[in-house]
Structures are given as C-alpha cells and as structure tokens.
C-alpha cells in the first residue's frame, strides 16, 4: 500500500476509536438531569416535577461586564425576569467599562416587577488577575455577605428563559450537585458562523466529554463559564476565585478547583440558555478562538506541535486521501479516506442537528477544522509577540504573580 493509504488507515482507526472510545462525545443527550428515580415527593396530593426542593435556597446572580452595552438590553431583562419561587438578587460588577454598562444596567432594572439589581464597580485588576475573575471576585465577595447557598455566574452576554434559574437549583438540589453548568446556546445566524460554531461546541466535547465529566467517578473535568450554578459553601472550599486569579480559560479552571475541594460537578448542553452575542465575520470568531487556544495548550510548543500533526491527520488527511486516491487510482486510500471522512461527518450531525443546521454542513468539518488548525498556530503567533490573550482592551500574555494574600471586598465597594 502506499504512504497515503497507511496514513489514511491510520486516521480511520482513529475515527472509529473515537466514535466509541471517547465517551461518546458526539451525542448531544446530556442535558440538566432530574431528580434520581425514587427522589420524588408529593406534596399537597402535587408531585413536584424534576425533584423541586421543599424549601427554595437563596440565589445571587453574578454577572462580569466589560463594554456589554450592545448585548445587556437582551441578556439583563432575562435574569430579572427569573420565576424563581424563593429569594434572589442579580450584582452586576462593571468592569471598567467605557460604554456606559453600568448606567444601562441601572436603567433596564427600573422597570418594575424584576429582581433586584446591585450594580458595583471593582476598578482595576491587581497585579496576577485577569479582569473576569477579578470582577467575579468582587461580586461573589459582595453576594456572600447576604448569605446565598448557590451563585450562579453568568456573562453578560447569555439570555436566561423564566425558569433557566429554577431548573438550575432543582438539577442541583435533587442531584447533590455542587457546580451545574450548561454550555449556552450559541448564536449561529450568519455564513461563518454556521461554519464555525457548532464545530467550537463538537471540538470541545470531543476534548472533554460531557459522559466522562458527569460520572460518579469522573474522567474529565470542566464547566463552560456563560453559566455556572455554584455553592456558595462549595465556592469557600475551593477557594474561588482567588485559586484560579491567574486563568485565562477560566471556566475549566473553576471546575478543577471545585472538583479537588470534593465537590461534584455536572456539564451538559443547553435547551433554555443562549448567548445573544454576534460573531457576524471570520475575524470575530478567529479572535474568539484565537485569544485563548495556545494557552489551552499550556503555552507548550510540543503541545501544540501535537496538536497541528493531530487535526492533519484526524480531519484533513481523510478528504486529501479520497480526493487523491480517486485521482491516481489509490483504491486503498480512496476508501480509507472515504470511511474516516464518512465516520468523521456523522459524528458531527448530532450537533448539527442541536443548532437546527442543514446537514450538508456535516462534509464541510474538514475545512472547519483546517480554519481552526490556523487560529491556533496563530494564538501561539501572538503569544510569542506579547500580545497573548487580548480581550477589550486587555491583554494577558504572561500572568504576573498573584500577591500572596488578597483583602475582603467590602459590600459596595
């Protein structure tokens, strides 16, 4: 056999490892659990649905913003609209924002019949914080002195359905959960974004599968940060944010914590929260990706050298080889090419079927997969340039070391 039908073989070994081996990452079942058989009760001749609990915990909704005045009118109505039947406050922490966020913030909360808004303002990050988590600092500081039992941090650019929040404490409550994160619903209108979305969402699956993260004995960890319910007795154990002051890919971060302080996490895919947040060009989603992919890699050049001869052969050998193969009359490296090609499209239909996109999008992930081979070489282009990870204004390229003790945030500060 030829060069190019082993390498074709070996990619379709691959595939079809990964169809079954990987946790059956593929599949977009995992979607916030109910109650456990057995754990629902009956109340006032009423069944309560999904395991709701007896007595509703207090709930602090913390939302860091930083230049949100385009997404705050869709995504702040949504969390003062909560229908949560027990206590809860939304505090959002303006991050510096020059947009007039925080003002806006205030403004939407006028309209009567909400939850109560705080709006605080941390100014700058110290030295070893990047801006999100120091926000998040502040706000869960300023949460904890009204006593919560969950956090829930959100972005401000996700949209919450009327009972987003009720599930969320529900999920938790009748599951024993300590960190319930649902990865929203991402926005995919234009031509790019059909492209490139669904396969940010597939990619990270594949990474880190939601089966093996929801395991009783967990074989991955992680959380996606648009949405996160958190204890808050979970959040003292762990010592968030303050363990993880330095992540750039916090989210991932904030799960590890939790998961060494003990606790007990959950991830899945969203049904009742979107991000309203608009990636129209090629450019915005490259910087999505771009700002945080090498230091997914640890900042490691054999890891990313790993990473490029893997999404070569993974997804890009498969088309070269049917093409190829065809051409010259490779019967080997055509079919091989052709299996892994057709194994590789229909584990991509899943997703695409969750974001209700055509299917022929399905032959396209090679390509995807080639744009994102580029921003990655190109994350790692920047780090070494000292541009790093740059968001609004900031850049995070080498993390300064965190101070050794960091000072209570008093109430309104």
């Known amino acids: 056999m030829s060069t190019l039908a082993w390498f074709a073989l070996v990619s379709l070994a691959v595939w079809v490892w990964l169809l079954f081996g990987q946790g059956f990452f593929w599949r977009t079942d995992q979607r916030l659990p109910s109650a456990p058989r057995g754990l629902e009760r009956r109340t006032g001749g009423e069944r309560r649905t999904g395991g709701e609990p007896e007595r509703w915990p207090r709930v602090a909704i913390v939302v860091p913003a930083r230049d949100e005045a385009e997404v705050l009118p869709t995504s702040l109505p949504s969390l003062l609209a909560q229908d949560y039947p027990g206590v809860a406050e939304v505090i959002l922490v303006d991050d510096g924002s020059t947009d007039g ?22 100014g700058e990050p110290e030295p070893g914080w990047t801006g999100k988590l120091w926000a998040l600092r502040h706000g869960m500081a300023l949460a904890r002195t009204r006593g919560p039992g969950f956090l829930l ?3 401000a650019d996700i949209a919450h359905e ?4 009720r599930l969320l404490v529900s999920a938790a409550e009748a599951n024993r959960l300590d960190l319930v994160s649902q990865m929203a619903r991402l926005r995919v209108e234009s031509l790019w ?13 594949q990474l880190y599968p939601f089966r093996w993260i929801n395991r009783p004995r967990p074989l991955a960890t992680a959380a996606a940060g648009g949405c996160v319910l958190l204890r808050t007795e979970t959040a003292v154990a762990a010592d968030v944010p303050e363990a993880i002051r330095q ?3 916090d989210d991932v971060s904030l799960a590890r914590a939790v998961r060494r302080s003990g606790g007990r996490i959950w991830l899945g895919l969203a049904e009742r929260v979107d991000s309203v947040r608009p990636y129209p060009g090629l450019g915005d989603l490259w910087r999505m990706v771009a700002r945080s992919a090498y230091a997914q890699l640890r900042h490691n050049p054999l890891l990313l050298a790993g990473t490029v001869a893997g999404l070569v052969l993974v997804y890009l050998v498969p088309p070269v080889a049917l093409s190829a ?9 055509a079919w091989a090419g052709g299996a892994a090609w057709a194994v590789m499209a229909g584990t991509y239909v ?3 079927r969750y ?3 055509p299917l022929w999008l399905a032959p396209l992930l090679p390509f995807t997969a080639f744009l994102y081979l580029l921003m990655t070489v190109d994350s790692a282009v920047r780090h070494y340039r000292g541009v790093g990870a740059a968001w609004k204004g900031r850049t995070y390229a080498r993390p300064e070391a965190a101070p050794d003790r960091c000072g209570d945030v008093a109430p309104g500060e």
């Open 101 to 122: 966020t925080g003002r806006l913030a205030v403004e939407l909360a006028a309209r009567p019949g909400g939850l109560p808004l705080t709006v605080v303002s941390p």
């Open 153 to 155: 941090l959100t972005d």
């Open 162 to 165: 009327p009972d987003s929040l």
């Open 193 to 205: 974004e059909r492209l490139v979305v669904p396969a940010f969402v597939y990619f990270f699956a």
């Open 247 to 249: 992540a750039v890919i």
């Open 325 to 333: 193969g065809a051409v010259s009359g490779d019967g080997a490296a």
């Open 350 to 352: 899943p997703m695409l």
């Open 355 to 357: 974001y209700r996109q």
